[in-house]
């Protein structure tokens, strides 16, 4: 089993910063997926950014150049540093990590996520 748990979200002001974590823990071989996803009232469930072994880190359109994404392969954890927050950006934050645990089986977890909250 593995277990992918977020932590950071808040209340932050527009203009201002906050960054979010997420480790995954468990019987994990290799992970080659750790992306953040975020979801609106309303609204589907949307890439916002993510880092692949193979083709390193990209970004939403709306996010780039105020998101980044750092990955610790060693521990098996990511966050998203986020500067210069919208209101637009207010929603619910997942963690979605990819991999193969020690059994030999491809994994897909989601976190329970972290709600981010940017006031006006």
């Known amino acids: 089993q593995v277990q992918v748990v977020e932590s950071g979200g808040g209340l932050v002001q527009a203009g201002g910063s906050l960054r979010l974590s997420c480790a995954a823990s468990?019987?994990?071989?290799?992970?080659?997926?750790m992306g953040w996803y975020r979801q609106a009232p309303g609204k589907t469930r949307d890439l916002v950014a993510e880092n692949t072994n193979i083709g390193g880190s990209s970004y939403a359109d709306s996010v780039k150049g105020r998101f980044t994404i750092f990955r610790d392969s060693p521990r098996n954890t990511s966050s998203l540093q986020m500067n210069s927050l919208k209101p637009e950006d207010t929603a619910v934050y997942y963690c979605n990590v990819r991999g193969t645990t020690t059994r030999r089986r491809a994994f897909n977890f989601w976190g329970q996520g972290t709600q981010v909250t940017v006031s006006a």
């Open positions: 468990g019987n994990i071989l290799s992970i080659n997926y």
